[in-house]
């Protein structure tokens, strides 16, 4: 069963002395998180008063974080988003959905389950234990498949992957 929040990112430091924090994104690119209202930090919702993009993170200003003081409380936490607030583009998911699921080959043989996504370079790859670990790169060539709802991911395999 899918969770209903997904971890997005961590706080990883307070910038200026208005209150912001600089979120660093596990995302696509910040800017998906420009979207969100509302994040979560330890399952509590805080108001986003106002986000904008300062190179690779998200400069956030919370309501009720008034200067640097309060917001250092947040500094090395957790980010999460409500899932039901997503909204991805059809043939896109979460990385962290895909953790569990079974892989098959083209013939739908089981190979074994996802158990981690590397991110190596420009592509992620899929860490695949069954009888060998398999390392497969997440492009089409080897990825033929994707059902998360179905809990599956087909694969087509070279020798020594």
Do not use: C
């Not at 420009?34 to 400069?59: C, I, M, N, W």
């Not at 590397?118 to 398999?134: A, C, D, F, K």
């Amino acid at each position: 069963m899918k969770s209903a929040f997904l971890e997005t990112g961590e706080i990883v430091n307070t910038h200026g002395i208005a209150g912001e924090v600089k979120l660093m994104p596990w995302s696509d690119s910040p800017e998906f998180l420009l979207d969100f209202s509302t994040l979560y930090v330890d399952g509590r919702p805080l108001e986003v008063q106002s986000a904008r993009v300062h190179k690779t993170a998200l400069l956030v200003k919370f309501k009720g974080y008034e200067d640097a003081n309060a917001a250092m409380a947040l500094k090395g936490k957790r980010v999460s988003i409500a899932r039901r607030d997503a909204k991805l583009a059809p043939g896109r998911f979460f990385l962290a959905d895909l953790i569990g699921l079974t892989v098959r080959d083209q013939a739908g043989n089981t190979v074994g389950t996802l158990t981690q996504v590397l991110s190596p370079s420009s592509q992620n790859v899929y860490v695949v234990e069954g009888e060998s670990t398999h390392m497969i790169p997440a492009v089409p060539e080897f990825v033929k498949r994707v059902d998360v709802d179905a809990g599956e991911m087909v694969v087509s395999l070279i020798e020594g992957m």
